[in-house]
């Protein structure tokens, strides 16, 4: 694979931009395949047929996938997503509807062929008091709308000193985004994933009707959309649940050799009191030390780590993060020290950074902003997330991260591994994990080039049947599939009432077509 960074930016950005265009270049009168009725509602005004509109709605973060959809709702209102949704179902042949939050999905889940996207950001601009982020007096909650920004919630509650619990390494997402799918980081195993830290939800189903919904309201359309992939409705609102915020934390780095030592200490510090944040991450002889994601190690730091990858070709990173304050300041360090106790990384090979909460939370904008400097954020991203039950975690270590992705050399992006704990999660959600207590998440984060991503994909169909041919029982995170029978073995024992929700809050299977699952069936 032709390394990204030896391609010039300005030579990415004109390739990215002739791409679209040539995409966008096929599209027939888009408005031909909605009913010509949709000119006399009343957000007619609002749906837009450009270039500029069409492209963004047919693009996203994987660069991958491009439907074209027929129109874009740039909605000023709830009440105007209600209005198409409606419409819509009263059509003899529905439109499909797809919510784009950030379209940081990466293969095409935010598109809607021939039918309309709502660019849900539209809404940020228009509320009354000039957000949608709402702390509760209380301060035990906030309201915020579906389609804010994480860093926006994250700005917008430290100004009360406070903030939520659960994160994603990332934070230019949208909360419905997020929420469709989980929203997990290193946090998780302690506070759940984001979907675990909903109190309350507005939710605009595929009917058209506006429901508040929590586990003691409407408790099934709320357990149907966390997690739910934006099948079954459109988030508008989440109430989300708040703690005091610290103000900085101790961000700590071991190395590991050996996988099997790596994974033992990472199980022994989640079942550990005093940590808040743990996460993992493989370097490879071939990839620099720090990637987009992580520039953790200073540059002397960094010959140390090269010459010990010469030595062992894959090494293994535990990340371990300590909150702290103004009280708590004089003993974080000791606080380190014993979180540190009879743990077995390579001895000297463990390094401290000292952060605002604000910056560790925010650490991947640095590296978006530097990609996207050189020209490298908006290539093909063919990511695969997986959830590997703990049980088969050494097997997926030789089978996968030494068998094929050390062994082919191919992927230069992140590659991460940690654990989490099943009883943070709620099972009437819709959101799938593996049935183990432990199960780890496991995120091979490619970046390729417009010529190249194909052969990464190869890779991840590599590692896919590697994981069906010795029987591992994994669940995709952020799953993508072409066939009915593959979305009901992903399902599981939830297929059923998956199924059952969509003929309740979307039987006319409006929403959410970009995930392929009831357009195939
Ligand atoms: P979109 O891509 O716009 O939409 C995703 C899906 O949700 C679509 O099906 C869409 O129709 C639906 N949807 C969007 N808004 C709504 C709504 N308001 N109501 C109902 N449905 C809606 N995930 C993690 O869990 N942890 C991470 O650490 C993490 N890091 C990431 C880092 C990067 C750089 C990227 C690109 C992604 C990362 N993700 C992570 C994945 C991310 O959570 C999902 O891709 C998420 O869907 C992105 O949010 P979005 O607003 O861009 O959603």
Redesign the pocket.
């Known amino acids: 694979m032709a390394s990204p960074s030896l391609i010039p930016a300005h030579f990415i950005v004109f390739f990215v931009v002739s791409r679209l265009m040539s995409i966008i270049g096929n599209l027939r009168p888009s408005k031909n395949s909605l009913p010509c009725e949709i000119d006399s509602l009343g957000v007619h005004a609002k749906l837009r047929y450009d270039l500029d509109a069409i492209g963004l709605a047919s693009t996203?973060?994987g660069n991958i996938v491009h439907e074209i959809p027929s129109a874009v709702l740039y909605p000023t209102s709830i009440d105007d997503i209600i209005e198409l949704i409606k419409f819509s179902n009263e059509c003899p042949l529905p439109f499909n509807v797809?919510?784009?939050?950030?379209?940081?999905?990466?293969r095409g889940?935010?598109m809607a062929h021939d039918g309309v996207v709502v660019n849900?950001l539209s809404l940020k601009k228009h509320y009354k008091n000039g957000n949608g982020i709402r702390v509760s007096t209380s301060g035990n909650y906030a309201d915020v709308g579906?389609?804010q920004l994480w860093i926006d919630v994250l700005n917008a509650t430290l100004e009360h000193g406070l903030a939520p619990l659960s994160w994603?390494?990332?934070l230019y997402?949208?909360?419905?985004?997020?929420?469709?799918?989980?929203?997990?980081?290193g946090q998780t195993f302690l506070y759940g994933?984001q979907i675990s830290n909903v109190l309350e939800l507005d939710v605009i189903t595929g009917k058209g009707d506006f429901m508040t919904c929590s586990k003691d309201q409407n408790s099934e359309l709320f357990y149907a959309?966390l997690g739910g992939?934006?099948l079954f409705?459109?988030?508008?609102r989440a109430r989300i649940v708040l703690a005091k915020a610290p103000k900085r934390v101790k961000w700590v780095r071991m190395i590991y050799s050996d996988f099997s030592i790596f994974t033992r200490d990472q199980e022994h510090l989640i079942s550990t009191k005093g940590l808040e944040y743990l996460e993992g991450s493989l370097l490879m002889d071939y990839t620099p030390a720090n990637n987009w994601r992580s520039s953790f190690f200073s540059p002397s730091n960094e010959s140390q780590i090269i010459s010990l990858l010469k030595k062992h070709g894959i090494l293994y990173c535990l990340d371990m993060v300590k909150y702290y304050d103004d009280e708590t300041a004089n003993s974080v360090d000791k606080d380190v020290q014993m979180l540190q106790e009879g743990l077995n990384f390579i001895p000297g090979f463990t390094f401290m950074r000292d952060e605002t909460y604000f910056d560790f939370l925010n650490r991947?904008r640095r590296g978006?902003i530097t990609l996207k400097s050189k020209g490298l954020w908006d290539v093909p991203?063919p990511w695969l997330n997986l959830l590997v039950p703990k049980s088969r975690i050494l097997d997926f270590n030789a089978g996968v991260f030494v068998d094929i992705i050390h062994r082919q050399k191919k992927t230069t992006g992140p590659l991460l591994v940690f654990p989490l704990t099943k009883i943070v999660w709620d099972d009437k959600m819709s959101a799938v994990v593996p049935d183990e207590d432990i199960f780890y998440s496991v995120g091979l984060l490619h970046s390729g080039s417009f010529n190249d991503w194909q052969d990464l994909d190869n890779q991840n169909n590599e590692i896919l049947e590697f994981c069906d041919r010795a029987g591992i029982k994994m669940k995709q995170?952020?799953p993508h599939y072409k066939s009915k029978e593959e979305w009901i073995k992903h399902f599981g024992p939830k297929w059923n009432t998956f199924q059952e929700r969509k003929a309740q809050f979307d039987p006319r299977m409006i929403l959410?077509p970009?995930?392929n699952i009831f357009n195939y069936v």
Not at 98 to 106: E, F, K, P
Not at 173 to 184: E, Y
């Open positions: 996203d973060y797809a919510a784009r939050g950030h379209g940081h999905s990466v889940q935010a849900m579906g389609e994603t390494d990332y997402l949208t909360v419905g985004g997020t929420l469709s799918n989980a929203g997990f980081s994933p959309v992939l934006g409705g459109i988030i508008t991947v978006e991203n995170y952020l959410s970009g995930q």
